[in-house]
């Protein structure tokens, strides 16, 4: 894989107390998803920590949705658009939002940690073009999800389904 740089922004504080090895999750979760990127390039992507407050401005004015939500993905360019020489393809940014991540750990029975991780290698694939918009694509990218999840460690979200 090509060197892939991480930078995280930690908006809301709670978050380094809900989770005290915040980098080292969001490293290893990130870099599962990231899989075999090409090894000629560069990649960076961003990953900001913040509250139900920031997800759901975010997702009120990209989305149309005026509520908070888990995890939202915003890919920073087409397959079409120039990398400058020597500079890292950009990814595009995950934005988490506390409350909601630890009410949903809550009601799955799940550790926050590992759900995290799930919601992170779910908006890093979505930073690589997976989306679930058809019932195919949908599988697709949750059998992806759950073998980035296995190479962690992390129990297959959706035993249930595949």
């Given at each position: 894989m090509g060197a892939l740089d991480i930078d995280v922004a930690v908006e809301a504080e709670a978050w380094e107390a809900a989770l005290p090895d915040l980098q080292g999750l969001i490293e290893q979760a990130v870099r599962a998803a990231a899989g075999d990127l090409d090894e000629a390039d560069a990649y960076e992507v961003s990953v900001v920590l913040g509250d139900d407050a920031r997800a759901r401005s975010l997702n009120r004015d990209w989305r149309g949705k005026d509520m908070p939500t888990n995890?939202?993905?915003f890919p920073a360019s087409d397959d079409d658009a120039p990398t400058l020489p020597g500079q890292p393809v950009l990814l595009g940014d995950i934005v988490l939002a506390l409350e909601t991540c630890e009410r949903e750990a809550r009601e799955l029975e799940k550790p926050l940690a590992d759900h995290v991780r799930h919601l992170l290698v779910h908006g890093m694939l979505h930073l690589l073009g997976f989306d679930h918009e058809t019932d195919a694509d949908?599988?697709?990218?949750?059998?992806?999800?759950?073998?980035?999840?296995?190479?962690i460690g992390v129990a297959n979200p959706y035993p249930d389904r595949v």
């Open positions: 995890v939202l993905s949908a599988e697709d990218m949750e059998r992806e999800e759950i073998a980035a999840l296995a190479a």
